[in-house]
């Protein structure tokens, strides 16, 4: 497989259950991503991974807890989440260098989440 | 804080050249890009342009960088019904050394046959 995986495509969860996200990369990239998109709103940057170690938390709501076990596994544990958490969530990775660098992401398709 | 703004929403007829426009806010930005969203997929990198640069072009996709006042725009020759999608612009912040990109709110392209 090449580019970015994600699974599931598609989730629903009652805001009881405890439910895992999980992207996998295959492009030896150092850093990952999650962004949570949203109808009619910008995305939204949720945490960001480099060389394994979380390096941005953009006050996500403990009810996301995300996992790095290693540069081509990034993980999202969702718990006890609301209606308002329904999103489109993505994954993405990029490699991370030294001076210029180009630093585009390669994304996946997303989970498409819904929350009942 | 770090901003980027596009307009909501353009619609073309099919064979017209399409025109999306960003705004910017952070000066120090050394990449910005432009991304395609195809209903029910992720994000597509279509092109970037290093911002010493003002102007890129790749077949039938212009970008147009214009530093002073922020803004980057897409021109889409020939416009095509497959190219009717979400286009968002990003700018790299560069005061952050996580590589975080930056996205707009994504401009709906719709083509008319």
């Known amino acids: 497989e090449t580019g970015v995986t994600q699974t599931p495509r598609h989730l629903v969860m009652g805001m009881t259950n405890k439910k895992s996200l999980k992207c996998e990369q295959h492009l030896g990239h150092n850093a990952m991503y999650w962004y949570k998109q949203s109808a009619k709103k910008p995305l939204e940057l949720m945490f960001v991974y480099n060389f394994k170690e979380q390096t941005e938390n953009n006050s996500v709501p403990s009810r996301f807890s995300p996992e790095c076990p290693n540069s081509s596994h990034l993980f999202l544990h969702l718990h006890t989440l609301q209606p308002e958490d329904s999103a489109l969530y993505l994954c993405a990775s990029s490699q991370q260098g030294r001076g210029l660098t180009n630093y585009g992401y390669t994304f996946g398709s997303g989970t498409r989440l819904t929350v009942v | 804080g770090e901003d980027v703004e596009q307009s909501l929403f353009l619609s073309v007829r099919e064979g017209d050249s399409s025109v999306i426009n960003c705004t910017y806010t952070?000066?120090?930005?050394?990449?910005l890009y432009w991304y395609k969203q195809e209903p029910g997929a992720g994000l597509q990198l279509l092109t970037y342009?290093?911002?010493?640069?003002d102007m890129k072009q790749d077949q039938r996709l212009t970008v147009l960088l214009n530093k002073k006042d922020k803004h980057l725009s897409l021109r889409i020759a020939d416009t095509q019904t497959g190219d009717s999608a979400i286009y968002f612009c990003?700018?790299?912040?560069?005061?952050?050394?996580?590589?975080?990109?930056?996205f707009g709110q994504g401009t709906t392209l719709q083509v008319k046959p």
């Open positions: 990003a700018e790299k912040w560069d005061s952050s050394n996580t590589g975080k990109l930056i």
């Open positions: 952070d000066s120090s930005s050394t990449y």
């Open positions: 342009i290093f911002s010493n640069m």
